[in-house]
């Protein structure tokens, strides 16, 4: 088993989340003057957070320079991140891992609906 798993497994357990219980999907916000970031965990080793967009992008000088990891996956909406050697295009389900110092920006979230990202940073 990877060791990324087994740490959210232990995390889970130890931090007592397994009994604290709500939806990803919850309480989206429809209007939205920037992309919100919200933590649902945290500890010394990693960060989860809800991302919720909604036809946002980075400012186009803007990139994130990132001093840990990232791994992120689209739930819902669609997206396209850029990096400095391309761009990729995120549906539902795609996943990246963006390691650490890895330039990076947002390009473009569906404008019409909410694009919501779950978020892990560690490292």
Not at 26 to 41: G, H, Y
Not at 52 to 77: N, T
Not at 93 to 121: M, Q, Y
């Amino acid at each position: 088993m990877d060791a990324l798993p087994v740490l959210l497994i232990s995390l889970a357990v130890t931090s007592g989340i397994m009994s604290d219980r709500n939806n990803i999907f919850a309480d989206l916000p429809q209007q939205l003057p920037q992309e919100v970031a919200q933590r649902l965990l945290e500890s010394d080793k990693l960060r989860i957070e809800r991302i919720v967009s909604h036809g946002h992008a980075s400012a186009a000088d803007f990139w994130y320079d990132q001093p840990q990891h990232e791994w992120v996956i689209v739930l819902k909406g669609a997206a396209r991140l850029q990096f400095e050697d391309g761009m990729i295009e995120m549906k539902p389900g795609d996943f990246i891992n963006i390691p650490a110092s890895c330039k990076h920006r947002v390009d473009w979230t569906t404008p019409d609906e909410p694009t919501v990202w779950l978020a892990l940073h560690y490292g």
